[in-house]
């Protein structure tokens, strides 16, 4: 665990000191988001925080690498080398979009690249974790695990809204993940505690750890498309990685990692994310409009709408991704009978936060003064798009 630790703390620190520098390059190539109806922020700030992020996890990368306790991860390098070469198709991306703002298939077209060189490197979906149904084509293998990831960095960049929210939803549930993928480790494999998925979440969380002072509210810098990419590319990588474990589980799978906590535990990490990617791309669809159109529909807009502070938006989203993804993970430890009731009342309580300024709002607008039923209001216009192709925030 220290080694993992170590490596943790070495890219947080790394991101931490690297973001302002990235934050000046930024200002001078002025790769600035701009103000649009459906943001939240009231002034350019520059996006090109992602670089700093994607540094911090390479220099991670080089320090996992000098540790002998990490070497089993690196015995097998193509891995490793799909990966670096991912990272490298996420950074060329994500600074051209960045500065230029790229058309939507060019940034899929790269989103896939990256996830194929991740297939190529040998991390791959080798079987469904829904019946551990094996997938015996290596070809179906690629296209699965091309199509986890560019899900995934969608999920991430489509929930990416407001300030520190994708940094803190992908910090909760990678710490999350990060705990279960050890435990999972020394399960598995009582000799050898290296693992890259672990590896992964704790290069993710220090990099997540690092960037959030300087991107929680008011936000100084965003991630942009580099960061928001790399998040997703950790994130699935780490989750399919795990899934490569499952023929291993199988002689341990009733002794300390219940057997249903490979299908879980992803999902729960990603839950908030990928429900905003679903109701998005179904609301832009019943529209009329393209999936990939921006607007102000998302979870967090919804939120702010709604009466919350910037702030409080946000530290509710973080609640809401705090219970699903350690919830799943506590499963693992405590007994069900005491945890199930406890994460249903507190969930509960998460579900009342968020849809009491609505209900009070409703409430308010049709009843006046006197106690009289006002007549319903209009429904307000959808707000309106611009052109530019920029950041969904």
């Known amino acids: ?5 170590v490596v943790m703390a070495v890219t947080a620190v790394s991101c931490l000191l690297l973001t302002p520098l990235v934050r000046r390059l930024g200002l001078r190539l002025r790769a600035c988001t701009p103000l649009r109806d459906r943001d939240v922020h009231g002034r350019p700030i520059p996006k090109l925080g992602g670089v700093a992020m994607a540094a911090a996890v390479l220099i991670g990368v080089a320090v996992a690498a000098s540790v002998p306790f990490l070497q089993g991860i690196f015995a097998s390098a193509e891995a490793v080398h799909g990966l670096l070469a991912a ?3 996420i950074l060329l991306l994500g600074i051209a979009d960045d500065l230029w703002d790229l058309s939507w298939w060019a940034k899929l077209a790269g989103q896939c690249m990256a996830g194929l060189s991740v297939a190529l490197g040998g991390i791959r979906i080798e079987a469904m974790p829904v019946g551990w149904i094996a997938v015996g084509s290596e070809a179906m293998q690629v296209v699965l695990t091309v199509f986890a990831v560019v899900l995934t960095m969608n999920a991430i960049n489509f929930v990416d809204g407001l300030d520190g929210l994708a940094t803190g939803v992908a910090l909760i549930g990678g710490s999350a993940f990060f705990v279960y993928s050890y ?40 991630m942009g498309e580099v960061g928001a990419l790399l998040l997703g590319l950790l994130m699935a990588s780490a989750a399919v990685a795990v899934t490569m474990d499952i023929h291993a589980l199988d002689g341990f ?22 429900l905003d990617l679903v109701t998005s791309v179904l609301r832009r669809t019943a529209h009329g409009s393209s999936p990939f159109s921006a607007d102000r529909g998302h979870l967090h807009h919804k939120l702010v709408d709604g009466g919350y502070t910037h702030p409080q938006a946000v530290a509710l989203l973080w609640l809401w991704a705090f219970l699903v993804a350690w919830g799943a ?13 406890v994460l249903a009342l507190a969930l509960t309580g998460a579900g009342y936060l968020t849809l009491h300024p609505f209900v009070e709002r409703r409430r308010h607008g049709r009843s006046g003064a006197d106690g009289t039923v006002a007549p319903e209001q209009p429904e307000q216009p959808e707000w309106p798009e611009r052109p530019e192709r920029g950041r969904r925030r």
């Open 1 to 5: 665990m220290r080694a993992y630790l």
């Open 87 to 89: 990272v490298g198709v």
């Open 183 to 222: 435990l999972l480790t020394r399960t598995i494999n009582q000799f050898d505690y290296s693992n890259l998925a672990t590896l992964l979440m704790a290069l993710l969380v220090g990099a997540c750890a690092g960037f959030l002072p300087h991107n929680r509210y008011p936000a100084s810098i965003f």
């Open 253 to 274: 799978r009733f002794r300390n990692v219940p057997a249903y906590m490979p299908i879980l535990l992803p999902v729960a990490v990603m839950a908030l994310p990928l």
């Open 329 to 341: 993970v506590a499963l693992n430890f405590v007994d069900d009978l005491i945890l199930l009731p």
